[in-house]
Each structure stands twice: as C-alpha cells, then as structure tokens.
C-alpha cells in the first residue's frame, strides 16, 4: 500500500560513491530537501556513476539533517543499449516495488537508453497510477542541433537517436496526468501533447540570496559610469554558443568599449575559447577561472555584473538567467521563449535573434553608450527576478503534484 503524502521521484543527475559513501550533487541535495519539506516522506532513484565524486557533489553524510525523510535510490547508470538491456529486467522490477509504495510519482524523462525516468513513467501508466513528468529542456532538440559540431561516433548516435528520443518523449507525456514543464520554451514544445500541462520552475536562489537594496542602489550608481563588466555562468559546450560569445566581446573591443568579461565553469569548448581568445587578443579583457564550487563566490561574481551576457542555442530553460535577474544583471542574449518570458512583465534585458553576432554586439554597445538605459535595465531585472526563489517554486510543483495526481 502507498505510504499517505510520500512522493517517489527520478532524477538523472547521478549519484557517485567513495569508501561506501554515496555522494550527490549540491544543487540536487538542496532540491531533496525543499521536497522533503512538502511531503511526509521522498523516495529519489538516481542513476550511480562508476566514476569518483566530481566537484561540486557532496556526502550524503553532510546532509544529514534534511534527509531524515529521504530515502535514496541508485539505478543502474546504462546509457548504452547493452548496458541497459542487460539492467532492464531487474530494474523495472525494482521500480515496479518502488511505484507501489508511494502516494504521488514525479519522474524527469530525457534520453533513450538509460532514461529510467521514462521506463517509469510507462511502467506507472500500465500500472494504472497517475504521474506527473518534469523536463527543463527538449532533449530530443538538443541532441538533433549536435549533429552540426559533434563528429565520428557521437555524430552517428545523434543521427540515430534525436528521432526515437521525440517519440519516446511525446509517448510519455501523453499518458502522464500532469506535465511539468521548466520554463516557456520547453513548455511550448511539449503543452499540445499533455492533457494538464503546466510551467514551473526548478531553481535554487534561496530568498536571502536576492540582491538587497542597498546593493542595488550602489550598483545602479556604479553602472552610471564603470567600465562594463559582462558575466556568464556555465558549461562551455557547443549548446551555450562560447565561441558566439567570444566573437561578442570582441566586436565590443574593435567599438572601443571598455569592459571586463568572465565565463565561470568548464566544458568541451573550453580548449577553443582559450585559442580563440588568443588569436583575438583578447586575454586582457576576458578570464576563463573554471568552476567555481563556493556558492557565496558564485552569487557575488552575478552580482558585481553589470550584463548577462549569453548565446544559447537549444530549447532549454536554464536556470543562470533567473540567477542573474536575482542578482539585479541585466540579460543580453540571444532570444527565446523562455528569456522573453522571464522579462515580459518588466523588460529587464535586451534580445536578439539567435546566431545574431553583430545585433548582439550592437544592443551591447548600445548599454555602455546609454548608461542611463542600464541602469534602468538593472532595477528592471531586479524586478523580474524577484519571484523566484527555491521555497516558493518547490512549494508551487508540489501543490501542483498533490492537486492533480
């Protein structure tokens, strides 16, 4: 019999272990803890990586005083075909146990092989349950735009994959009695195939973590006259567009702008910003520090930003523009349904077609000559960020979940 008020979840973020000791990402643990607080009890199954903890993933031990009401669940980690044939048997069964212990099921679908959350989903609907399904990007999308830059084998996957991800997709958020969908993009995609479909948001800026008045206040006087200061958080991947970016600030050098640049965080592009930089010359205007693991120095690097300055490719409702709203940065980027509905009410960030180098360059340009603009735009963002934090979304999915499931 389901266990009244609990809530068993699936979440691809995987799990990582050392000397026993299971260790999750820090981000997912805060999310198990704001879910923690709106159910009686939370069952998560994760996939368990075979590789050791990277940074930013933490004991579990550490977290002890908010997982006394979460039980954590590895699956087997088999994105590929053979690996997940072989663990499909004896983890449908497993999840199959699992399903009939709680009241309300929430699974996050994306992939093909491997996707346990869409095996869920499909085993809970032949099951008779109603389920929600939760997703922040368009999976299927992402992996088709990759045919353009991925080479050798992860060319030939994406060929083979991105059509057989879409009809598993829509497969499932058919049958599921509730859909929710992070952010307008992803929203848009997948609304005509859910009977309930409903945007929702899964961020982890805490209330106290919003800029304060006094800081906005001197970053509105500041912004009337410092030299631009342009900041991006996240993966260096092809999906982020971290040679676009390059390519904007050097336009804004060649326009005689003065300003500052980072990129915070790692990824497969990393080695081709750092050469472009160089053929650019462009090191003196831009640092590239990695990742950064302390979240007060993360928060501070949003905040002493003037512009948010992003080129994202994908379908994808990333969480660093509502991070950099909260933080009073202006977003400068290019649009999308999920940017152009985070500033609709207020206007706080300037957009422009995706691939559009030379209008972003513009638009940029255009802030650093207008100082009174920015600093409008940054009490705009400002207001735009300010309802978002992680208390009230959680609290907005779970009332969701208990409604109507």
């Given at each position: 019999m389901p266990d009244p008020g609990s809530l068993l979840i699936y979440a691809p973020v995987p799990l990582h272990q050392r000397d026993g000791v299971l260790y999750v990402e820090r981000q997912a643990a805060n999310g198990l803890r704001l879910w923690a607080a709106n159910f009686t009890h939370v069952t998560v199954m994760m996939p368990l990586s075979p590789?050791?903890?990277?940074?930013?993933?933490?004991?579990?031990?550490?977290?002890?005083?908010?997982?006394?009401?979460?039980?954590i669940d590895p699956l087997p980690m088999a994105?590929?075909?053979?690996?997940f044939l072989r663990a499909f048997s004896?983890?449908?069964?497993?999840?199959?146990?699992?399903?009939?212990?709680?009241?309300?099921?929430?699974?996050?679908?994306?992939?093909?092989?491997?996707?346990?959350?869409s095996v869920s989903a499909l085993l809970a609907h032949r099951?008779?349950?109603?389920?929600?399904?939760?997703?922040?990007?368009?999976?299927?999308?992402?992996?088709?735009?990759?045919?353009?830059?991925?080479?050798?084998?992860?060319?030939?996957?994406?060929?083979?994959?991105?059509?057989?991800?879409?009809?598993?997709e829509r497969a499932v958020i058919r049958k599921a009695s509730l859909g929710l969908f992070h952010g307008k993009e992803t929203f848009d995609t997948y609304a005509p195939f859910c009977a309930n479909p409903q945007i929702v948001h899964d961020i982890h800026i805490a209330p106290e973590d919003h800029i304060q008045p006094d800081?906005?206040?001197?970053?509105?006087?500041?912004?009337?006259?410092?030299?631009?200061?342009?900041?991006?958080?996240?993966?260096?991947?092809?999906?982020?567009?971290?040679?676009?970016?390059?390519?904007v600030?050097?336009?804004?050098?060649?326009?005689?702008?003065?300003?500052?640049?980072?990129?915070?965080?790692?990824?497969s592009?990393?080695?081709?910003?750092?050469?472009?930089?160089?053929?650019?010359d462009l090191s003196g205007h831009i640092a590239l520090p990695g990742f950064l693991d302390r979240r007060a120095a993360v928060l501070e690097a949003y905040r002493s930003a003037q512009i948010f300055l992003f080129c994202h490719k994908t379908p994808e409702s990333p969480r660093c523009l509502i991070e950099a709203l909260a933080s009073g940065t202006v977003l400068a980027g290019y649009d999308g349904a999920y940017a152009r509905d985070l500033i609709a009410d207020n206007g706080g960030g300037v957009l422009v077609p995706i691939d559009d180098v030379a209008q972003l360059i513009d638009k940029v340009a255009g802030l650093d000559q207008d100082r009174g603009l920015l600093a409008d735009l940054i009490k705009r963002a400002v207001a735009d960020g300010k309802p978002y934090n992680d208390v009230e979304v959680f609290h907005h999915r779970s009332e969701l979940i208990k409604a109507y499931l």
């Open positions: 590789a050791p903890p990277p940074t930013g993933w933490i004991p579990v031990t550490d977290c002890a005083d908010w997982f006394e009401r979460v039980t994105y590929r075909p053979d690996q004896a983890t449908r069964a497993h999840i199959r146990d699992r399903i009939d212990t709680a009241e309300y099921l929430s699974f996050a679908i994306g992939g093909l092989f491997g996707d346990w959350g099951m008779g349950r109603p389920f929600a399904v939760w997703t922040d990007r368009v999976e299927s999308r992402v992996v088709q735009q990759s045919i353009a830059t991925a080479t050798g084998r992860a060319k030939l996957r994406a060929r083979l994959t991105h059509r057989p991800m879409a009809m598993l800081a906005m206040d001197a970053k509105v006087t500041d912004a009337l006259t410092a030299p631009l200061r342009i900041f991006y958080a996240g993966r260096a991947d092809p999906m982020k567009g971290p040679l676009d970016w390059v390519e600030l050097a336009g804004l050098r060649d326009r005689g702008v003065a300003f500052t640049a980072t990129w915070l965080g790692e990824g592009e990393m080695a081709q910003m750092r050469d472009r930089i160089e053929a650019l």
